[in-house]
């Protein structure tokens, strides 16, 4: 069968992503033949009360990440009676491994546009700024050529500036978007006062992500009944999400929320790859939280994850096998946090450095026993004192993976060992003699002739040169090398 017959794109619900590769995003035609811009003509003739209840109608909640609901930050702006007013699309998806704000602007860059102007018109916005990456030329030059199609058929009514971000993590924070706009430092600043009271430039303004307006634009299209007939309660409509990590089928999906991880990693991503074992889930970028595998039945929506520890984010979902260590995992995001860190605040700034030491020491395996206890106190401090979202979910892949996975600590502490054979320091190689043909492969691509034997007899690794380095293991066609936990 075609590809949209395989249970990749069956099994999804594709609404916000409708048209990504159906149509060209490039011609407004296209966009137009397939209900695009009536949304806009309706919500033109609407007043704005009658928009904001039809955006709570529909049960739409912010899809930046933190899931407030759009009506209401709409509607508290609206209600400030300042003449001058900013509407701001977030297009700075920062989170390595994340494309899905890249993947809508490529693929139907005018059904963001038809959001954003459906906004601009319910609070009377003089001017609308799309803050989108330097990194995401393709995805700009689509913009563009849409704003200029736009114009030529007359339903440009909002002058929109797109102003390119040069991809601080940190600028995906409102304050911090409106600075890095204002030409100031990229930096956040305490809230209240919130942006929709005291925004860019002082005035009011609703900054919302690509895949609300998005959203919005399919709602003013296709009603209110067919998008909230998806999702649950609290949680209505699609979420699009990156599937990547140890799965067979990766890529950009979109599922009613409210579906179980095990529906996404198992019918749509056809389970783990080379038969391994499902560990973990890591969902909701750098700062989002790892779930184990016996949490494979909770739902992805936004009250369900906030509650596992993990957060929505902007929807990255990284499948973990058996070969992943957990205590690496959360160095590794915690690497990304910390580097990306504005150093405003304190807790902040030293927060991550204290706890990236810590976790460097552990899988060096110098680690100690009560760095467990520093570092969740250090955690806690952070996720409470932090001035910026960065700051308070920072510690989120450390205080999940504490939680979880304080076993993989354990061991890695006081036996030093690490259970995935993964920490350099904390495993070794080791061949094994009922496979090894003593062929010599191995001996010869070893750098540091850490290899002992003689042809056509098993060899042996001398644990005391070895650089663990792994050389061995890729030349090794009998597959007798293996990656053993301890440090040999």
């Given at each position: 069968?075609?590809f949209?017959?395989s249970?990749?794109?069956?099994?999804?619900?594709?609404?916000?992503?409708?048209?990504?590769?159906?149509?060209?995003?490039?011609?407004?035609?296209?966009?137009?033949?397939?209900?695009?811009y009536?949304?806009?003509?309706?919500?033109?003739?609407?007043?704005?009360?009658?928009?904001?209840?039809?955006?709570?109608?529909?049960?739409?909640?912010?899809?930046?990440?933190?899931?407030?609901?759009?009506?209401?930050?709409?509607?508290?702006?609206?209600?400030?009676?300042?003449?001058e007013?900013?509407?701001?699309?977030?297009?700075?998806?920062?989170?390595p491994?994340?494309?899905?704000?890249?993947?809508?602007?490529?693929?139907?860059?005018?059904?963001?546009?038809?959001?954003?102007?459906i906004?601009?018109?319910?609070?009377?916005?003089?001017?609308?700024?799309?803050?989108?990456?330097?990194?995401?030329?393709?995805?700009?030059?689509?913009?563009?050529?849409?704003?200029?199609?736009?114009?030529?058929?007359?339903?440009?009514?909002?002058?929109?500036?797109?102003?390119?971000?040069?991809?601080?993590?940190?600028?995906?924070?409102?304050?911090?978007?409106?600075?890095?706009?204002?030409?100031?430092?990229?930096?956040?600043?305490?809230?209240?006062?919130?942006?929709?009271?005291?925004g860019?430039?002082?005035?009011?303004?609703?900054?919302?992500?690509?895949?609300?307006?998005?959203a919005?634009?399919?709602?003013?299209?296709?009603g209110?009944?067919?998008?909230?007939?998806?999702?649950?309660?609290?949680?209505?409509?699609?979420?699009?999400?990156?599937?990547?990590?140890?799965?067979?089928?990766?890529?950009?999906?979109?599922?009613?929320?409210?579906?179980?991880?095990?529906?996404?990693?198992?019918d749509?991503?056809?389970?783990?790859?080379?038969g391994?074992?499902?560990k973990?889930?890591?969902?909701?970028?750098?700062?989002?939280?790892?779930?184990?595998?016996?949490?494979?039945?909770?739902?992805?929506?936004?009250?369900?994850?906030?509650?596992?520890?993990?957060?929505?984010?902007?929807?990255?979902?990284?499948?973990?096998?058996?070969?992943?260590?957990?205590?690496?995992i959360?160095?590794?995001?915690?690497?990304?946090?910390?580097?990306?860190?504005?150093?405003?605040?304190?807790?902040?700034?030293?927060?991550?450095?204290?706890?990236?030491?810590?976790l460097?020491?552990?899988?060096?395996?110098?680690?100690n026993?009560?760095?467990?206890?520093?570092?969740?106190?250090?955690?806690?401090t952070?996720?409470?004192?932090?001035?910026?979202?960065?700051?308070?979910?920072?510690?989120?892949?450390?205080?999940?993976?504490?939680?979880y996975?304080?076993?993989?600590?354990?061991?890695?502490?006081?036996?030093?060992?690490?259970?995935?054979?993964?920490?350099?320091?904390?495993?070794?190689?080791?061949?094994?003699?009922?496979?090894?043909?003593g062929c010599?492969?191995?001996?010869?691509?070893?750098?540091?002739?850490?290899?002992?034997?003689?042809?056509?007899?098993?060899?042996?690794?001398?644990?005391?040169?070895?650089?663990?380095?792994?050389?061995?293991?890729?030349?090794?066609?009998?597959?007798?090398?293996?990656?053993?936990?301890?440090?040999?």
């Amino acid at each position: 069968g075609s590809f949209f017959e395989s249970d990749f794109m069956r099994l999804q619900s594709r609404q916000i992503l409708r048209r990504c590769g159906l149509i060209n995003p490039e011609d407004i035609n296209h966009y137009l033949a397939t209900g695009g811009y009536t949304g806009l003509l309706k919500a033109l003739e609407m007043g704005a009360d009658e928009i904001i209840n039809t955006i709570k109608k529909s049960g739409l909640r912010g899809r930046g990440g933190a899931g407030f609901p759009t009506w209401l930050k709409w509607n508290l702006c609206r209600q400030s009676n300042s003449q001058e007013k900013y509407i701001i699309c977030n297009a700075d998806e920062g989170d390595p491994g994340a494309f899905m704000n890249r993947s809508l602007l490529e693929g139907d860059p005018h059904s963001v546009l038809e959001g954003i102007l459906i906004g601009a018109h319910t609070i009377k916005a003089k001017k609308a700024y799309i803050y989108c990456r330097a990194e995401y030329p393709a995805a700009l030059k689509k913009l563009k050529k849409a704003m200029k199609d736009l114009e030529k058929i007359g339903l440009l009514n909002t002058e929109i500036v797109i102003k390119k971000g040069a991809g601080a993590f940190v600028c995906g924070e409102e304050t911090a978007l409106m600075a890095s706009i204002e030409g100031r430092r990229g930096m956040p600043r305490t809230r209240p006062p919130f942006p929709t009271t005291k925004g860019l430039w002082g005035k009011p303004t609703v900054i919302n992500n690509v895949e609300t307006f998005a959203a919005i634009s399919l709602i003013f299209q296709e009603g209110v009944e067919q998008f909230s007939s998806m999702g649950t309660e609290s949680s209505k409509g699609t979420k699009t999400f990156s599937l990547v990590g140890d799965i067979k089928r990766t890529g950009l999906i979109e599922v009613p929320l409210g579906t179980t991880l095990k529906e996404v990693i198992f019918d749509i991503g056809g389970g783990i790859k080379n038969g391994e074992n499902l560990k973990a889930v890591q969902i909701g970028g750098p700062s989002g939280g790892c779930l184990p595998a016996s949490m494979i039945d909770t739902e992805i929506d936004y009250d369900s994850l906030t509650s596992a520890g993990a957060i929505m984010g902007s929807g990255g979902l990284v499948v973990l096998s058996d070969n992943s260590c957990m205590v690496e995992i959360a160095r590794y995001f915690l690497e990304f946090t910390q580097r990306e860190s504005c150093g405003k605040c304190v807790p902040c700034r030293l927060g991550t450095q204290q706890m990236l030491l810590i976790l460097n020491d552990i899988v060096q395996g110098n680690g100690n026993p009560e760095d467990i206890e520093t570092l969740h106190e250090v955690a806690e401090t952070v996720k409470a004192a932090s001035l910026c979202g960065l700051g308070q979910t920072a510690p989120n892949p450390v205080l999940t993976t504490l939680k979880y996975f304080m076993e993989e600590y354990v061991e890695h502490i006081m036996d030093k060992r690490c259970p995935a054979a993964y920490c350099r320091e904390l495993m070794h190689y080791f061949i094994d003699k009922e496979r090894c043909t003593g062929c010599m492969a191995c001996l010869k691509a070893c750098p540091n002739n850490a290899i002992v034997g003689v042809e056509n007899e098993p060899h042996f690794i001398d644990q005391v040169k070895c650089l663990k380095c792994g050389s061995c293991m890729d030349v090794c066609r009998e597959g007798a090398i293996l990656k053993v936990p301890g440090p040999g």
